[in-house]
């Protein structure tokens, strides 16, 4: 059965992954993808949470380089 889980999971999930405990820079882009993910099914309001959180974590670790790839997909 292709269902999709209620849109609590989806931020449930997003939630996990930003409280995890790992690596930064690989959080950053791991949210990224899900953004990205997010974004191409349409869901836009999940994936600017993603990306939000994405700049805040990017923020606190002082990657710019990242923060540049953040801000080409929020516009």
């Known amino acids: 059965m292709d269902i999709d889980p209620p849109k609590r999971w989806k931020l449930f999930k997003v939630e996990l992954m930003y409280r995890w405990p790992q690596e930064s820079r ?3 882009k791991m949210l990224l993808k899900l953004g ?3 974004r191409n099914s349409g869901e836009d309001d999940l994936a600017e949470y993603c990306y939000h959180l994405s700049r805040k974590v990017a923020e606190e670790a002082r ?10 997909r929020v516009r």
Request: cysteine-free; glycine content about 0%; overall charge positive.
């Open 26 to 28: 690989k959080k950053v």
């Open 36 to 38: 990205d993910d997010y």
């Open 63 to 72: 990657a710019v380089h990242l923060l540049k790839k953040i801000e080409q």
